[in-house]
């Protein structure tokens, strides 16, 4: 640095040429020069100070730095020993696995436990509904046996209901029946009164006829007047005897016109007339019963319920239906031989054929010898010789022989 002299500059006087100005002069430029390097070097140590400031900052914040650092780095070490102790400990502690497995045990334990009790859950809810069951059952059950008491006891209810119904009914029929009755006695009365005819023994009955006996009917409704006997004891009364013999009086040996017209006498012996059996048939249900007296005094019966017969253009051909009931068996409806049912079976006399035997004439024939509605021939047959020789089957096979036969009765009667 270069030597600075002070002293001339303020002592002397003032000579521009003098020598001690010019070294003045050059002295000041000196000064100048001067100043201008202490202006420099000043300028270089504010820059030189500024930079030292500066590298001291950034030493003083590195060693914040560095300070901050070391305390981070402390801190790391101390997790990190933290850490490890953790670490160690975890490693030289079993306990943690222990633990855990105890921890499982305990999980296992209340899982089981916990499904013992779903269990249990689950059996109570099912005792619950059991027990609901149970008692709807029961309720069920109960009201099961107070609707069988309530049906038992309507039951009874219903059964005196209907035993009372049932009565009132009867009560209403009698009542309803003998109306009837008296309806139908007024009407028989009004009608005998105006002159209307009786048209067969039922009428009879009906009119209040109880007694048996003979009796004229009007079969045509009209003046023809039949004198005939009545039963009115038999089976309901009423019947109409259609044939009938008590002796040998009357021969049943008559040809075509005498069975078409009747003949005999009402108190003897007798055949209403095949006109008069078709006119009290026809267009009605009429049942017919057959007895034959025997001589030791027995009674035997058949009772056909449907019986008629057809006009005189048909050959009066015979319509028989079952049931057939009593004491002496059917031996005309179904004997067992197609050839002697008389059934559908026209009506023959001696003097007219029309029987289905090919050999002959049934009614002709000796031990025959009279009308009747043969096949070829019959089981049945009830206008035989009287001669006992020569009746040959009155009611086969429990009447074989005429011989044996008091008397015969052939009725009908209207349903
Ligand atoms: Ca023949």
Not at 3 to 15: A, E, I, M, N, P
Not at 44 to 71: G, P
Not at 87 to 102: F, W
Request: some cysteine.
């Amino acid at each position: 640095m270069p030597q600075v002299r002070t002293g001339s500059l303020l002592t002397g006087t003032y000579d521009p040429n003098s020598t001690a100005l010019i070294n003045e002069r050059r002295d000041i430029k000196e000064i100048d020069v001067l100043r201008q390097i202490i202006n420099q070097e000043t300028l270089i140590r504010l820059a030189v100070l500024k930079d030292v400031k500066t590298v001291v900052d950034d030493i003083s914040y590195l060693r914040r730095s560095v300070a901050s650092t070391e305390t981070m780095s402390s801190s790391l070490q101390q997790a990190l020993n933290t850490l490890k102790r953790q670490v160690d400990s975890l490693r030289q502690d079993k306990t943690g696995a222990q633990k855990a497995e105890i921890l499982q045990r305990q999980v296992d334990t209340l899982r089981r436990e916990n499904k013992v009790l779903a269990e249990r859950i689950e059996n109570l809810e099912r005792q619950i509904e059991i027990n609901k069951s149970n008692a709807l059952q029961q309720s069920v059950e109960t009201l099961t046996t107070q609707v069988n008491s309530l049906s038992r006891e309507q039951r009874r209810e219903n059964k005196n209901i209907a035993l009372n119904c049932e009565n009132k009914i009867q009560e209403t029929e009698q009542k309803f029946n003998r109306n009837i009755a008296e309806l139908i006695n007024n009407i028989t009365l009004q009608t005998v009164k105006k002159g209307s005819k009786i048209k067969d023994c039922k009428d009879h009955y009906l009119h209040g006829q109880t007694q048996s006996g003979v009796f004229e009917i009007h079969p045509f409704h009209n003046e023809i007047q039949v004198s005939l006997y009545c039963d009115m004891e038999t089976e309901g009364g009423g019947w109409t005897a259609i044939q009938k013999r008590v002796s040998g009086s009357e021969s049943f040996y008559k040809t075509w016109e005498e069975y078409k017209n009747g003949f005999g006498t009402p108190n003897d012996s007798y055949w209403i007339g095949n006109d008069v059996i078709h006119q009290l048939t026809k267009g009605s249900n009429s049942s017919l019963y057959v007895s034959i007296t025997l001589r030791n005094g027995t009674t035997l019966y058949e009772l056909y319920h449907q019986f008629s017969i057809s006009d005189e253009t048909d050959n009066y051909k015979l319509f028989l239906g079952g049931p057939a009931t009593g004491t002496l068996g059917d031996s005309m409806l179904d004997t067992g031989d197609s050839a002697r049912d008389l059934s559908a079976m026209s009506f023959s006399t001696p003097n007219r054929d029309n029987d289905r035997w090919d050999g002959g004439n049934c009614a002709a024939v000796i031990i025959m010898r009279a009308a009747w509605c043969y096949n070829a021939c019959h089981y049945a047959f009830l206008n035989g010789r009287w001669n006992p020789a020569h009746w040959w089957g009155p009611w086969y096979p429990t009447v074989r022989r005429g011989k044996t036969v008091r008397g015969t009765l052939m009725m009908i009667k209207r349903h």
